[in-house]
């Protein structure tokens, strides 16, 4: 049984601490959060909860899974040595944590929301490790987690999360662009859903750059003069531009 | 028993014209296209393919399921009048038809792939008339085909469809984007899948105000210099400071 312990207490550390109290092979060792509060909902056994870091016991895995400014400080303040320490973060390298620990990286590619549960089946967990010997260690916790378990490097890891903040933060703005638009005119937001989950089933079938559609694509000129007429914020009419220039560079790039 | 007459060779058209064929309360009286050979796979009966515009004779409604920059010619060759005629458009007004006819507007607001079979059931039709007493024939049609039909102006038609333009082609982009840094960096794009889908998923719990994450809102400026220095190519660059600042301007205008 592989003892864990978790520190932590936004949405990554939250889902984290659930997924492992699932897995009887797993025993969620200790937990500590600079704002414990937080995961009151989660109702663990008070000699879970570790309210002093200097308490935290020595543990096959710790997770650092706190923010990106937080990683550095709270992995100098951990009161053991020699141990497994991960952070979950998409940008930083391990060399961030502290070298008193045997270092590693367990991101798991996802967009989490407190409200909404998770199911880690099919989150990918990118896995790095500073020595090969601890790899196996990690991956066999992530496989319990996950079917989509990758080794993924440093370099790598941060690519990805840059590809990730395209596909999910920014389509997600777009998404809420979308809706003011709709918001303005009366419109229900709800017409624009099945596009949305058109545009997305069709990535099972076709690669996006096959799958692009639209005015831009079309150099459809008269339709993209008059939608730069029609928005008013002038931001939005800049990112409306980019957009469909970056779309007309890549589709003359590749014909 | 409604006759259906189409013209056009497209994707909008093909699966207009399956879609008729579907429904025994429908008759497909003819169709015409400029490029008929488009249409042979569809293996239509060779009395309802139409070689000369001028043989098209009187029907219930005709589809005119071709390109904008066709609609208002095609409208004109039209060898018969006071017939309820309607194009597929997003962004044209039904003035665009000849004032011969009785005009209107059926837009579907979908992304058509010829590749790519279409459940009409969930996919909004648009519909428009000039005259108030054709709209319920319209109607009557969409509602066969849809579950979702929407009377929508033709100025809300207009807004609606940059509203589609932000949440499908920009989106698409978006993962071409992400798939081509995948690809820079030997990752394969099949990682992001997960993350693409619960983006979308999300939004049957939350306004996608709501569900905003990353570094833009988060205000993480250390993690968004990281990014822009890793991204070489200028106006993807370009791309990623505007939406994180159209991503700030909004959530501070709205708390």
Known sequence: MKKITITGSGNVAQHLIKEVLRHPQLQLLQVWARHPE??????????????????LQPTDICILAVSDNGIAEVSDQLPFNGQLVVHTSGTLPFSVLNSRHKRGVFYPLQTF?????IDFKSIPFCLETEYEEDFEVLEEVAQLFSEAVYKI???QRKNLHVAAVFVNNFVNHLYTIGSQICSDSHIPFAILKPLIKETTAKLEHLTPFDAQTGPAVRHDTKTIEKHLDFITDSLTKTIYQNLTQSIQN?????F
């Open 153 to 155: 490097s440093g370099e």
């Open 113 to 117: 929301t407190k409200e909404k549960d």
């Open 38 to 55: 937080a995961l009151e909902k989660l109702q663990l056994p008070s000699n879970i909860i570790c309210t002093n870091i200097q308490l």
């Open 250 to 254: 890549y589709h003359v790039k590749k």
